[in-house]
């Protein structure tokens, strides 16, 4: 232990992130933010005020992969989001057939 | 200060033109993909792909490098390198793969330097922390290491060594991303310091499996627990707890115990605990268990594979 007070880790999922934060987490500006959110690629394409938007651990993991493949491969958003849907899925089943006792590698 | 050859890391000559640097990089970045490589070491590999991209992808700084790469800067002794004072002013400061030292030391301080004399607050970090399924059901604390680059007296960025008491709440799931306010980069000119991002993977268990709060777990028990019925006692990551397995149980059944999954949180309700039956023949090892085994044979009028 180093003696200094811990720091309480937070679980983003209790406390969410504003879209500036987000932003900041991605370092990116808020214009990228919005941009995919109003394409639906983000918080499904909500419908409210960026004010009210608020971002979970899913949405920041998912921001930071649309972001690595837009750059690593040039990619449009919308191809990025097609690669980073498919990720996840792949992820999901993996996850499933993990639980069902099924290796998958 | 060690030299690093990005254009080794690339396989690419120093001739390589942009073109050719650029689908260097995409070929490895997709072999060493962390959901798609089967590569032990692929998250290092990521780690310095993207940071030899960072440098060779970008005109400017590929430039910068390349003149530091020369003759001029290497010293005689050990093989060792020594950037010129004033190199890099001018570039952008470095984003992606800013783990490795030599990245920090060279790029970092640039983005600072440009910014002098403005307020801006500090870039935020992420990192991967690894827990044991325990510690998602108790909560935990950790001391974690991070490397932090800072300013020294001229102005040149430094990586310092930075220990984190750290504690985990319980109730985390894997991949969840924690949020340690203040604990990412210092920011310049009074601002405030960025946040800092742990991201939670679980150790690997073999005895349990984890979907979101659900855990699964396989319990062996007797043909005679399964046939009859039976209370057994069974360790799960909350303790040990009494379980009623029903009669005619079969392999494969699964039991459900609410809420014996990862503990809920404020933001979402507690996991379950699914058990899943394995039937644990005794071995026929003896004369009286070979006994028994032929008595059934001959009593039980069972076959397994009616209805195939």
Redesign the interface.
Known sequence: ??G????????????ALTLDELA??C?VEPGWVVQRVRTGILLGGTEAAPEAWRF???D??RA?SLLRVE???DANDEVAALVVDL?EE??RLR??L????LKS? | MEYKDYYAVLGVPKTADADAIKKA??KL?RKYHP?VS?EADADVRTKELNEAYGVLGDAEKRAAYDELGSAQYRQPEGGGFRPPPDWGSGFESA??GADSDFFKDLFAHVGGGRRHGFAM?G??T?AVIEIALADAYHGA?R?IGLRVPQADEHGRVVTRER???????K??TE???????G?GQPGSGGAAA??L???IRFAEDRRY???GR?V?Q?VPVAPWEAALGAGIEVATPSGRVSVTVPPDSQGGRKLRLKGRGIPG????PAGDLYL?LEIALPPANTPQAKALYEQMARDLKFDPRRGL
């Open positions: 232990m180093t200094e007070l811990p720091i309480r880790a937070v679980p983003l999922d209790e406390t900041q987490a370092a979970t651990s899913v920041l993991v930071r750059r690593d491969f990720t792949v992820r996850r499933r993990r639980a069902a006792g590698t | 990089y995409r970045v959901d089967k984003d992606g607050r870039d935020d992420h604390s001391t220990t984190l008491d750290v504690t985990i709440p109730g985390v991949g969840q991303q924690l949020r340690l306010a604990q960025g946040d991002y742990l991201e499996r984890v979907e659900d699964y396989t949180t404020a933001a979402a899943l």
